[in-house]
């Protein structure tokens, strides 16, 4: 309807805005996310761009399972992939396609809610109820706040879709929308494993909203659906099994409803609320209130005979059910999807309410539905607000290290950079993500000591890797390949020349215990023997020395780790003898197919407390390939307690 003039009426105006309110709230609420910048796994899918030399990388890229068994092309792999290779490291496209798809799901709960509650602005209201109550959610902060976990909001995109096109084609029988679900459903298994309960979902919309004349055919035509997701079960576990141990195993046992018990608790109060500082009383009259208003709308639709509620908590059960068995790894952003379930009572309650019509005594009740929907809104929105300005700030700092390595790398390209001053939250936010790889920076470090610092977690990078002993640190100093810069604030500063003045009572003078014969940092250690030195790799031929600290103390060992290349290894095993200052260690054979190779010898009691030892290595058979002796490639040398 338009007006006199012309233009849109008042009342087309309002419904409008009405109707984008969902967006509007979206964007006041999680307002930081549309700039929070990488950190933790982000870094693993942006790696994925330096290995695609080819199209049949990208293929194995897009569809090698990962370790927990998952095979999701679209939500990560090729998210990363395609994104990164547009833009680059830059966040506010991958942000932005963040926000963008949260809008479409909450416009799509909103169709879903306006096709159950009639038309009209009471529909309208409803709708968007039905999508802020959903946005609102604090378990959606992690989705809204961090790349990695898009694929929380495309895989309600896709179910949502999906069920858009199911009612469309129930609505009018036309074909064509039941091919479009079909279409959606299947594309839906490269986003998140959920997608495969769709089926279930679409049949909990026919058993509890559909006519009861449709419901028979309606089963049978989504019958083929259950087919599907048999068939990508029995795939995706024969091709990516899921982990027998660790966070990511399944256990189908009584904590499976201790786990149920909390994903119920946090749909409806956040479950940060204490640890935000927030009363712990208000606490339990929000959930409480949850609780009674949820209980009071099932009781009065029981005694009206309607059965609509119950598709909310399919929803809710349906998408939660697969995540139940996961007992070890309990997470609030978890629950993105299942409170759709939520969202979508919030809103139908509300328009069904006002729907009911009017009068002084159905006020009242029609006040209660938008009373516990308040209620619920005051749990959740300062925690979404807090939690989402505490991601920003943990961002920018992972921002300000990675960008002021990128500095000091252009600066100084020939040099090593080492970090002075890596905290605890920096470690496991970034550096143990390899965050410099995707910017090709391969030599960064930490300086001595910051093992002693930081408590990682457990799955991360080992300090071995990152640490500098102090003896190299020194060398490199020494010989200018190396610079020392100090996380200070919002920028890196340049104290080589400080570390260097304090260098000799900073860093011990004496030989490691440890030398990566393929890192360059290391060559003034490894004896002339060696071929030259290669991209992170190093020859050794028939024979090869390495000097090391020697054991300090009964009972230590030294660890070999190397490489043989597997064509080698299928013509001859190769022989392996290791001495330390002329004593022999022991003798090992590598065989194909092991062409990756550990070793642990034991070292004799009279090499112990030893300032230097030179340790001998030598391989017999060798090859001559291009008039160079090759016998084969050793990796780490090291000490061990």
Known sequence: MSTGTGGPSPKSVLRFVVL?????????????????????????????????????????ILFEPAAQGTIRPWSERGFFLLFQYLFGLDNYPFRLMAFATAAADALLIGWVIRRL???????????????????????????????????????????????????????????????LQLVVF????????????????????????????KKRLLLLAEAPLFVISVVYFLIHRAVAPLPATGAYALHFD???????????????????????????????????TGLVGIAGLVVVEFRRGRTVALFFAAWFLITLGPLLPLSGHRSDYYLTIPVIGVGMLA??????????????GKRAWQAIPVFCVIVYLAGMVPVARTATAWWYVRAEAVRTLVLGVEAAHK???????????????????????????????????????????????????????LVLEPSVLRNALTSGRAVVYSISGDHLRNITEIYKRSAPDRLADQLPSRVDIGNSLYSWLVGPEWLPLETGFRWMPGRGTVRLHGPVSVGNKLSLDGYSPEEQLKRSPRHLTVLMDGIVLGQTQIVHPESNFHRLFPIPESLVGKKEVELEIRVDPVERINNRELGLIVGRIEILP
């Open 186 to 213: 299947v594309l839906g298994f490269g986003v998140l494993e959920i997608n495969v309960v769709y089926p279930a979902i679409a049949v909990a919309w026919v058993l509890f909203v559909s006519g009861k004349e």
């Open 347 to 360: 809103g139908w309650s509300v328009g069904a309410a006002w729907k009911s019509g009017s009068g002084e």
């Open 117 to 179: 509650t009639g038309s009209g602005m009471n529909a309208a209201v409803a709708g968007a109820v039905a999508g802020i109550a959903w946005i609102a959610n604090a378990s959606l902060v992690v989705a809204m706040t961090w790349s990695s976990a898009w694929n929380e909001l495309l895989c309600p995109f896709f179910l949502l879709t999906a069920l858009v096109c199911f009612v469309k084609f129930e609505e009018t029988g036309r074909r064509v929308f039941w091919w």
């Open 411 to 465: 600066a100084h390209p020939d040099s090593v950079i080492v970090l002075e001053g890596v905290t605890t939250e920096l470690f496991n936010n970034a550096i143990g993500h390899s965050p410099f790889y995707p910017s090709g920076i391969d030599k960064v470090y930490l300086a001595p000591g910051s093992e002693a610092k930081i408590a990682s977690a457990p799955e991360l990078a080992e300090f071995k890797d």
């Open 20 to 60: 984008i309110s969902p967006i509007l709230f979206l964007l006041g609420l999680y307002r930081e996310g549309l700039d929070i910048w990488f950190m933790q796994d982000d870094f693993a899918w942006l790696s994925l761009l330096r290995q695609a030399n080819s199209p049949s990388d990208v293929f194995r």
């Open 254 to 288: 009584g904590a499976i409803f201790k786990t149920l018990a909390l994903y119920g608790k946090w749909s409806l109060l956040p479950a940060d609320w204490v640890a935000w500082k927030h009363s712990a009383l208000a606490g339990k009259v929000i959930l409480g």
